[in-house]
């Protein structure tokens, strides 16, 4: 049996595994099939993301490494470092830890009021970075999909796209999300954000998460959505940005770093019967 702990940052939700004892991820022989079958809600633990904690490396705390509900890995996710920021705080007694993922060292920090913020580094906004099948201005690309045309994008690590909508409340972006993810320009497929601005300083968020669908909300999807507004001259460099399951607070400095805030929790501890998951 495989202890687990059940964690979610407004509601984007993670399975983490710790594997960073001796011969532990050896033991754990992840494969794809294994955390798909993890992550999915009818017949596993399910998540959004399956989470293994790996040993650091050099100048971290520790090492995320991070599985989508279809079995392919991703580079970022903010939340998820948010969530193994804190528990790392927890072990540590520190309140600033740095978290270890195929994008780099993460420098994170817990707020006075008990939020969590993770600096997610810069974005890379050239069209190879993101990246895309030919080359073409990043802050508007040629895409239409039913009612909704010419994103920006950029990487935060992990590819995305922002669609700026007039009204969320009255796009199906969940329909057309899917047919973005898979666009030809995307070889690497992307998370696409479909963003309506409130104001210069708020940004209401709907987010398909490449690999996992819909989901309550998105860490980079989120950095991605303020990089990308500001570079279309709609927003400034901070905004509050409002997911279907709350707001985190984000600041793109001018050094390039994006800083994304929100709080995190844990639902619930585990443990997974491992042999009988498919291998």
């Known amino acids: 049996m495989i202890p687990f702990r059940k964690m979610h940052g407004l509601g984007n939700d993670f399975v983490v595994v710790d594997a960073r004892a001796d011969g532990a991820l050896a033991a754990l022989a992840i494969t794809p099939a294994r955390a798909a079958a993890v992550a999915d809600r009818h017949r596993g633990v399910g998540c959004d993301q399956f989470i293994v904690l790996e040993p650091p490396g050099e100048g971290a705390d520790v090492f995320m490494r991070i599985w989508n509900p279809d079995g392919s890995q991703a580079e970022a996710c903010g939340n998820a470092t948010r969530c193994i920021a804190a528990l790392m705080m927890a ?4 309140d600033q830890v740095v978290v270890r993922t195929v994008r780099g060292n993460l420098p994170s920090e817990r707020l006075p009021d008990g939020s969590i913020r993770v600096d997610m580094g810069p974005p890379s906004l050239g069209w190879r970075d993101v990246p895309l099948a030919e080359e073409l201005d ?3 690309l040629p895409m239409t999909i039913g009612d909704v045309a010419d994103p920006a994008a950029c990487s935060m690590g992990n590819p995305h796209v922002t669609f700026f ?4 409340d009255r796009l199906d972006w969940q329909a057309i999300g899917p047919q973005a993810e898979h666009h030809a320009l ?3 497929r992307a998370n696409i954000g479909f963003a309506q601005v409130l104001d210069t300083d708020h940004i209401r968020v709907g987010i398909w998460e490449r690999g996992a669908g819909p989901t309550l ?3 980079s999807g989120a950095c991605a959505t303020l990089v990308n507004a500001h570079r279309r001259g709609l927003t400034g460099r901070r905004a509050r940005v409002d997911l279907p399951g709350g707001t985190l607070q984000m600041e793109w400095r001018l050094d390039g770093h994006v800083l994304m805030g929100g709080p995190v929790a844990t639902a619930f501890t585990g443990e997974l019967d491992w042999d009988a998951l498919p291998a």
């Open 138 to 140: 990043t802050t508007h």
């Open 186 to 188: 995307l070889p690497a």
């Open 217 to 219: 909300a998105c860490g």
């Open 91 to 94: 072990e540590t007694g520190r």
């Open 165 to 168: 909508v007039g009204d969320l």
